[in-house]
């Protein structure tokens, strides 16, 4: 089994800065790929972004280019959101996903395409 923890989350005003960060542990495994996902009150939970493990491909929703980049850790299974210029639209839950192996056909901005996932951490944006 695997477990993912994220951290990071907080309450910062509008242009403010936040780094989230989620470690995988568990059985010894190397991701496919990790990515987060937020999930605003009242809304269906939304792609942010992944980032591949091998060669450390990446994708950032449209909404967030420019202002966040996602990184990892492949040594320590972590991965990284760093968001800057945040606003008080980034406000939500944000869950941090991982794919232990490559689905062919799953797209890796579905949630269904992915193993295992946190709890959460919460990001609030004040304006």
């Known amino acids: 089994q695997v477990q993912l923890v994220e951290s990071g989350g907080g309450l910062v005003q509008t242009g403010d800065s936040l780094r989230l960060s989620c470690a995988a542990s568990g059985r010894t495994f190397r991701p496919y790929a990790m990515a987060w996902f937020r999930q605003a009150s009242g809304k269906e939970r939304e792609f942010v972004a992944f980032?591949?493990?091998?060669?450390?491909?990446?994708y950032l929703a449209d909404s967030v280019k420019g202002r966040f980049t996602i990184s990892r850790d492949a040594a320590n299974n972590t991965v990284f959101l760093q968001m800057n210029s945040l606003k008080p639209e980034d406000t939500a839950l944000y869950y941090c996903?991982?794919?232990?192996?490559?689905?062919?056909?799953?797209?890796?901005?579905?949630?269904?395409?992915?193993?295992?996932w946190g709890q959460g951490t919460q990001v609030t944006v004040s304006s």
């Open positions: 980032i591949t493990w091998g060669i450390g491909g990446f």
């Open positions: 996903y991982c794919a232990s192996s490559r689905r062919v056909g799953d797209p890796l901005r579905e949630t269904k395409t992915y193993d295992y």
